[in-house]
C-alpha cells in the first residue's frame, strides 16, 4: 500500500511540480502566479538571514540519532505520503510542491590541514507571486500599504525606493506569500528545525474559515540522491494565519519539531585526488521537496503529525507527540461530526 | 624599490584617439567581417560561454570551427611589437591546475608587484568547491617553464558560495612570491579607470587552442597566448544602470575566451605615451537564471558584451607596498 501512495505522490510532484494542485479557489484567483523556492545557505534568507553562526567546523563523527533519523524518516515519510494524497482530494485546501536541490554540508580544510563539515543547508524561501518585470513608480504608490514594514522595498538616501527583493524573485508586484524559514540546529548539530523568520501573506489560495483565519501546513522533505528513503522530514505548521501583509510572528501558534541530521560525510573522501585540489568543498548532495497546503481544516495535517512524531519517539518529542494525539483525535472527532 | 622605473610603451597594440580612430595594428574591416562570420559559426555553448569545459570531446569535434575563429578573431602574441612584448612579459601570467598527469590552464593573472599576483575572486572557485591556492601555480609569459607557487590569499571573502560575489568584489590578491623576476613598473601603471574612447588590451590564451595541441608547459603553453585587436574592444557606457556602478564597470566586446577571466585589461595614457592596467576581465555578459547570481552581479547581464571592473583601490595601494 505504501508503494502506491509513494507512486501518487510521484505521480502528484510531476503533475504539481512547483505549482500549486488547487482545490476551492478565492473569489480573485491569480492563476498567472508562480511560486518560487530557494533553499541553501543564509544568503537564502532574502530578507532577514540569520547571523553567521560562530561554529567552526566540527571533527567528522558519526551522528548520534543516525540510527532513529533514518527509520523515524521513513516512517514519517510514509505518513506524508498519507497526508498529501489525501490532502489533493480535500475540497478546502491548496497544495504547493516543489523540489529543489542543496547541499547539506561544507567541508573545510583547517589551518592543520583537518577536514570539519559545517552545516550548509541555513534557509529555505517559498515565494508565490505574478512574474514579471517591475513597475517601479506603480509599486511606490502601494509600498506604505502593502509593504508597511519595507520588506521588500529599499529606501535610497534620497528617500527614493527600489525593489531589489522583487527583482530577485523577478515578481512584478509584491508577492501574495512570502514565507522565509531559517534551518536551527542544537547545539551539538545532531537535531534541526524550521524557524520562521518572515511570514507576508498577502493573498491566499483558498478561502478563509469564518474567522479568516487558515493554517499554513509545510514539509520539508530531505532525501540524499540513490538512497531509496529520505533522510529528513521535517514538518512545520503555522496555525491559524490571519491574510494581510506582514504577520507577526510572534502573534502565530508554530509547531515546529526538531528531525535528526543527515549523517555527515566520512574521513574517507580526504583520500580522494580531486579533494586534495579544495579547501573548502560542498558535501552530502540533497534533494529538497517541500509541500506547502494551505488549508482552513487542520485534521490531516495533524494526523500525520502525530504519526510522525510517533515514529520518531525521543526524549526530544515525547510529550509534544502525547499533546499533538489528543489534539489530532479531538480535531477528527470534531470534524467527523 | 621603484629604482629603476621604465614607463609601459604600447608599441603594437590597439590605439584610438576619441576623434579619429588610428589603427596600430588593428585589424582590417574585411578581416572584422570574417571573425564575425568564424564567431556566428561557432556551436552556441561556445558563443553564449556555457560550454562544459570538462567535455573535452565535444571541444576538440568543434575543432575546425574554433581554429576558423582563433585565426579570424584572435591575434598571435607576437603581433605585439616587441617593445610592448617586453613591458608586458613579466607582468601577465596564467594560473595553471597542476596534479598527476594534467595540467588544467584556470585563469589568467597579472603581477602588481614582487610578492602579489592578481585574478578574478571566481577564479578560486569550482563547482561551489572553493580551490586550495597551494595548489596553483602561476607561470610568467617571460619565464613559462618556471611555477610559481601561490602561499595564500590576501584579501580571503567570507563566503561559502562563490555566486555570493558581487562584481566589484570578483577579485583576489595572491600571494606569490615572483622575486626571481624583478618588475620595475611605476605606480601610475595602476589606475583605477579606464577611457572611454581608446581601445583596450587584454591578453589571455586561447584555451582550445591549448587543447588541441595538447600544449605542454615547458613552454610550448606560450604559442596559445592571444591577444584582440577587434574594432569592438574598446569600453562601452549603459544609460540604465546607476552611475556611481556604472563607473566600476568595464563593458567590451573584445574577444576573450574561457579562462582568461583575471586578466589585465591595459589601456594607453597618450599624454604620457605608456600603457597602464585599468581593469580586471571577469566574465561574459550573460548571467543564467540563477536568481542569487542576478542580484549580486551589480554590473548585470549585458548580452554580447563582456563584463570586467576597474582596477580596486585595495589593489592599487596593495601595489604600492614595497615588494620585498
Same mark, same amino acid.
Given at each position: 500500500m505504501q508503494t502506491a501512495l509513494r507512486l501518487a505522490i510521484t505521480i502528484t510532484l510531476a503533475n504539481c511540480c512547483f505549482g500549486y494542485c488547487k482545490? @476551492?479557489?478565492?473569489?480573485?484567483?491569480?492563476?498567472?502566479s508562480v511560486t518560487r523556492v530557494l533553499a541553501g545557505g543564509?544568503?537564502?534568507?532574502?530578507i532577514n538571514p540569520p547571523t553567521k $553562526?560562530?561554529?567552526?567546523?566540527?571533527?567528522?563523527?558519526? $551522528?548520534?540519532?543516525a540510527s532513529l533519523g533514518s527509520k523515524a524518516a521513513e516512517i514519517g515519510y510514509d505518513a506524508l505520503s498519507n497526508y498529501i494524497s489525501e490532502t489533493i482530494k480535500a475540497q478546502e485546501s491548496s497544495l504547493t510542491v516543489a523540489v529543489k536541490s542543496a547541499y547539506f554540508y561544507r567541508l573545510k580544510k583547517g589551518a592543520e590541514g583537518k577536514w570539519g563539515a559545517e552545516p550548509a543547508l541555513d534557509c529555505i524561501v517559498i515565494a508565490r507571486g505574478r512574474p514579471g518585470p517591475i513597475d517601479v513608480l506603480g509599486l511606490r504608490l502601494f509600498a506604505q500599504r502593502m509593504d508597511p514594514r519595507s520588506r521588500f522595498s529599499k529606501v535610497d538616501e534620497k528617500g527614493e525606493r527600489s525593489f531589489p527583493i522583487l527583482q530577485t524573485l523577478g515578481?512584478? @508586484?509584491? $508577492?501574495d506569500l512570502y514565507l522565509e524559514f531559517a534551518f536551527e540546529r542544537d547545539p551539538l548539530d545532531t537535531v534541526f528545525r524550521l524557524q520562521p523568520r518572515v511570514i507576508y501573506y498577502k493573498q491566499p489560495s483558498v478561502k478563509a474559515a469564518a474567522d479568516g483565519k487558515l493554517d499554513l501546513n509545510l514539509t520539508v522533505t530531505i532525501s540524499q540522491p540513490?538512497?531509496?528513503? $529520505?533522510s529528513a522530514v521535517l514538518p512545520f505548521r503555522l496555525a491559524g494565519v490571519q491574510a494581510g501583509a506582514d504577520v507577526p510572528i510572534d502573534g502565530v501558534s508554530i509547531d515546529n519539531p526538531w528531525a535528526p541530521m543527515l549523517p555527515p560525510p566520512d574521513e574517507?573522501?580526504?583520500?580522494n585526488e580531486r579533494a586534495k585540489l579544495f579547501s573548502s568543498l560542498p558535501s552530502t548532495p540533497s534533494n529538497v521537496s517541500i509541500t506547502l497546503e494551505e488549508t482552513g481544516s487542520a485534521s490531516r495535517y495533524l494526523v500525520f503529525l502525530s504519526r510522525f512524531l510517533n515514529a520518531s519517539k525521543s526524549d526530544i518529542n515525547n510529550s509534544a507527540t502525547e499533546l499533538l494525539n489528543q489534539l489530532a483525535d479531538k480535531l477528527v472527532a470534531k470534524e467527523a461530526k | 624599490m621603484w629604482s629603476s622605473m621604465t614607463s609601459l610603451f604600447l608599441m603594437g597594440a590597439t590605439v584610438a584617439t576619441e576623434h579619429a580612430p588610428t589603427d596600430f595594428g588593428v585589424v582590417s574591416p574585411e578581416r572584422q567581417q570574417s571573425c564575425l562570420k568564424a564567431f556566428s559559426d561557432l556551436p552556441i555553448a561556445f558563443r553564449e560561454s556555457?560550454?562544459?569545459?570538462?567535455?573535452k570531446e565535444e571541444i576538440l569535434r568543434s575543432a575546425p570551427q574554433l581554429q576558423a575563429y582563433d585565426e579570424f578573431c584572435l591575434e598571435r602574441?607576437?603581433?605585439?611589437r616587441p617593445k610592448t612584448r617586453e613591458s608586458l612579459k613579466d607582468i601577465v601570467g596564467f594560473f595553471f591546475l597542476e596534479q598527476s598527469g594534467s595540467r588544467e590552464l584556470t585563469c589568467a593573472g597579472f603581477r602588481i608587484n614582487e610578492r602579489y599576483v592578481v585574478t578574478a575572486?571566481?577564479?578560486?572557485?569550482w563547482r561551489g568547491a572553493q580551490i586550495d591556492p597551494k595548489r596553483l601555480t602561476f607561470r610568467l609569459l617571460? =619565464?613559462?617553464?618556471v611555477a610559481f607557487e601561490p602561499t595564500a590569499v590576501e584579501n580571503p571573502r567570507d =563566503?561559502?558560495?562563490? !555566486?555570493?560575489?558581487?562584481d566589484r568584489e570578483d577579485f583576489a590578491v595572491l600571494r606569490v612570491e615572483t622575486h626571481a623576476i624583478p618588475l620595475n613598473i611605476?605606480?601610475?601603471?595602476? !589606475?583605477?579607470q579606464l577611457p572611454f574612447t581608446d581601445y583596450l588590451l587584454i591578453p589571455g590564451v586561447n584555451l582550445y587552442d591549448y587543447w588541441i595541441r595538447n600544449a605542454?608547459?615547458?613552454?610550448?603553453?606560450?604559442?596559445s597566448v592571444r591577444v584582440n585587436k577587434g574594432r569592438s574592444c574598446f569600453r562601452h557606457q549603459f544609460d540604465d544602470i546607476d552611475q556611481a556602478v556604472a563607473a566600476r564597470c568595464v563593458f567590451d566586446i573584445c574577444q576573450t575566451l574561457e579562462a582568461?577571466?583575471?586578466s589585465a585589461i591595459f589601456g594607453y595614457d597618450h599624454v604620457r605615451q605608456m600603457v597602464f592596467i585599468g581593469g580586471i576581465h571577469l566574465r561574459a555578459g550573460l548571467l543564467g537564471n540563477d536568481p542569487i547570481i542576478r542580484q549580486r552581479r551589480e554590473c548585470g547581464e549585458r548580452e554580447s558584451f563582456n563584463v570586467g571592473i576597474t582596477l580596486p583601490k585595495e589593489v592599487i595601494d596593495l601595489a604600492a607596498q614595497p615588494g620585498k
Open positions: 482545490a @476551492d479557489v478565492t473569489d480573485s484567483p491569480r492563476l498567472s543564509r544568503e537564502a534568507c532574502l $553562526p560562530t561554529e567552526t567546523g566540527l571533527t567528522i563523527l558519526a $551522528p548520534l540519532l515578481f512584478s @508586484d509584491f $508577492p540513490g538512497l531509496s528513503t $529520505p574517507k573522501f580526504a583520500n | 556555457i560550454i562544459d569545459l570538462t567535455d602574441w607576437e603581433s605585439l575572486a571566481h577564479c578560486l572557485w617571460s =619565464i613559462p617553464e =563566503i561559502d558560495d562563490d !555566486r555570493l560575489l558581487t611605476p605606480i601610475n601603471s595602476f !589606475r583605477e605542454n608547459l615547458s613552454g610550448d603553453w606560450l604559442k582568461m577571466s583575471g
